[in-house]
């Protein structure tokens, strides 16, 4: 009989592994070395593969979003396609079944036992985290079946009971991180806890962002509730000094930023003319935007340039001075990676944000237009473009001068859903990618919305002219051993990809 494992039954494997877990083990157990690894060893892999996840599917849904685009033509991404057979776009999965996935409850389980409610917190807030952008990108998810054991094929189940999962955990994760008795303290939270040093009220502020983000994508609804989304943004980050930042000590290439020049990981990718016309004046009234050079790089003839989604790079061959450089900030012809100092979150020590106070005021602002409360909105809208303004490193001077400029409108009467969607898009710019695109779907691609953003003319084979609405689940998990469950909802059709999500319907 053919044996059938999912990544989530893997994950058990591992688990047992680690733990050693039955009787006849025991007579390799030494009571001088721990056999488990406790809470504060475990923490720190997790938080990195919170990066990874993000990091490598952000490539190519950034591609989806029009961060940027390949430079080869034809691109299956740059068309909103996928590729058959592979792992490509699959990182999520990987990471909440198998990288993340059962050490959670290896954390709430020993650090229940020693009353650490601190990490039993972050633990379920981590996993909160993890269940909401997973399931924006994949929709249905193995949910009542995760991790369970001895079950070798598992069932999908749709995406709104994923989203009360979010908020079942999440509330669970408030009332832990709130406790103090037992074995609670910052220090010993902080031996682990690589982001915020130990400390609880900053995981609190983070679970409620994270619960902002699960109450704010479902603003097609009727059951939408904008003074809930404010409250929840109300009660997380207050400012830069809260961004969740997975930090980087950028020595090598094993601890370097995902996005740094010592990895090499963005070398065939371009920024596009998008992104480039949001910056340089084009969708602005003419008002060249002070971050365009610290985000951006410049073409050798000092023109900023950017590729067309799909057709690849025209400027790509050695001393044309028109040629797009790298994301990083120097021409594709420097083959030395290491040599290239990089910019903004491109830089080997950049941390990675997984979230940040500019992305939260930005959810604000729509919640409150949404609303109709126009004051509010404005107020929060010029919050989030000051404080990424102060994340991307712009000058007071600079920031303060484009504020008042007719980039931005100068009351809450002229401002439009449209200002608010494009400066949150320039403020989730590739770090971001994966949020950005829960947005352009629950606004269905609007050209009224992201004004300059258009859809390819030709779209992959297999989207029979429809756009991107989510990514397939991990092929070597679900498509190689548990393709079963995938038809009960069409996930092998050709075209699932194109399969609207439950959060963008009405």
């Known amino acids: 009989m053919k044996n059938k494992i999912t990544v989530s039954s893997l994950a058990l494997v591992l688990l047992f592994v680690l733990n050693g877990c039955d009787k006849y083990l025991d007579v390799n157990q030494d009571p001088t070395f721990p056999q488990t690894a406790e809470s504060f060893a475990i923490l720190p892999p997790m938080l990195a593969q919170m990066v990874r996840g993000e990091a490598f599917d952000s490539r190519y849904v950034g591609q989806y979003v029009q961060n940027w685009a390949s430079t080869a033509s034809n691109n299956a991404f740059d068309r909103q396609g996928y590729t058959p057979g592979s792992d490509a776009a699959g990182e999520k999965w990987r990471q909440?079944?198998?990288?993340?996935?059962?050490?959670?409850?290896?954390?709430?389980?020993?650090?229940?036992?020693?009353?650490?409610?601190?990490?039993?917190?972050?633990?379920?807030a981590i996993r909160a985290w993890s269940?909401?952008?997973?399931?924006?990108?994949?929709?249905?998810?193995?949910?009542?079946?995760?991790?369970?054991?001895?079950?070798?094929?598992?069932?999908?189940?749709?995406?709104?009971?994923?989203?009360?999962?979010?908020?079942?955990?999440?509330q669970e994760a408030l009332t832990d991180l709130a406790r103090t008795d037992?074995?609670?303290?910052?220090?010993?939270?902080?031996?682990?806890?690589?982001?915020?040093?130990?400390?609880?009220?900053?995981?609190?502020?983070?679970?409620?962002?994270?619960?902002?983000?699960?109450?704010?994508?479902?603003?097609?609804?009727?059951?939408?509730?904008?003074?809930?989304?404010?409250?929840?943004?109300?009660?997380?980050?207050?400012?830069?000094?809260?961004?969740f930042n997975v930090p980087h000590?950028?020595?090598?290439?094993?601890?370097?930023?995902?996005?740094?020049?010592?990895?090499?990981n963005m070398r065939t990718y371009r920024q596009t003319e998008f992104i480039v016309g949001l910056l340089n004046g084009t969708a602005f009234n003419g008002v060249t935007d002070p971050r365009l050079p610290l985000m951006l790089s410049i073409s050798p003839d000092t023109v900023y340039r950017g590729v067309v989604p799909g057709a690849g790079?025209?400027?790509?061959?050695?001393?044309?001075?028109?040629?797009?450089?790298l994301?990083?900030?120097?021409?594709?012809?420097?083959?030395?990676?290491?040599?290239?100092p990089g910019k903004y979150i491109f830089t080997d020590k950049a941390a990675h944000p997984i979230m940040t106070y500019s992305e939260l005021q930005f959810i604000k602002a729509e919640a409150a237009f949404i609303k109709g409360d126009k004051?509010?909105?404005?107020?929060?809208?010029?919050?989030?473009?000051?404080?990424?303004?102060?994340?991307?490193?712009?000058?007071?001077?600079?920031?303060?001068?484009?504020?008042?400029?007719?980039?931005?409108?100068?009351?809450?009467?002229?401002?439009?859903?449209?200002?608010?969607m494009m400066q949150k898009y320039i403020s989730l710019w590739v770090h971001g990618a994966l949020e950005t695109w829960v947005d352009m779907r629950r606004h269905h691609y609007s050209d009224q919305v992201y004004k300059g953003f258009v859809i390819p003319a030709t779209l992959y084979i297999d989207n029979g002219g429809k756009p991107v609405y989510r990514l397939r689940p991990r092929y070597n998990s679900e498509y190689v051993w548990n393709r079963e469950s995938l038809d009960v909802f069409g996930g092998n059709n050709p075209d699932y990809h194109t399969y609207e999500l439950w959060f963008s319907k009405p």
């Open 96 to 124: 909440h079944y198998w990288a993340i996935g059962k050490n959670i409850d290896l954390i709430v389980e020993q650090s229940t036992a020693r009353s650490q409610w601190d990490y039993v917190g972050v633990a379920k």
């Open 375 to 420: 004051a509010m909105a404005y107020d929060a809208f010029k919050k989030g473009i000051t404080a990424h303004m102060d994340f991307a490193a712009v000058a007071a001077a600079d920031r303060d001068a484009y504020l008042a400029s007719a980039a931005v409108p100068q009351d809450a009467a002229a401002l439009t859903l449209s200002d608010i």
């Open 249 to 264: 000590a950028g020595t090598n290439s094993a601890d370097g930023n995902f996005y740094g020049p010592t990895r090499n």
């Open 131 to 170: 269940w909401q952008s997973s399931t924006d990108v994949y929709g249905e998810m193995i949910l009542s079946q995760a991790w369970e054991p001895n079950r070798y094929v598992f069932d999908f189940e749709t995406q709104d009971l994923v989203y009360n999962e979010v908020n079942r955990l999440s």
């Open 313 to 325: 790079d025209p400027t790509n061959t050695n001393n044309n001075p028109k040629r797009i450089p």
């Open 327 to 340: 994301v990083w900030g120097v021409s594709p012809s420097v083959t030395n990676a290491a040599q290239i």
């Open 182 to 243: 037992g074995n609670v303290s910052e220090a010993g939270l902080g031996r682990g806890d690589l982001v915020y040093k130990g400390k609880r009220e900053q995981w609190i502020k983070f679970v409620y962002g994270n619960l902002a983000r699960n109450a704010h994508h479902i603003s097609n609804k009727s059951n939408y509730d904008p003074d809930k989304v404010i409250e929840y943004v109300d009660k997380s980050f207050a400012s830069n000094a809260d961004n």
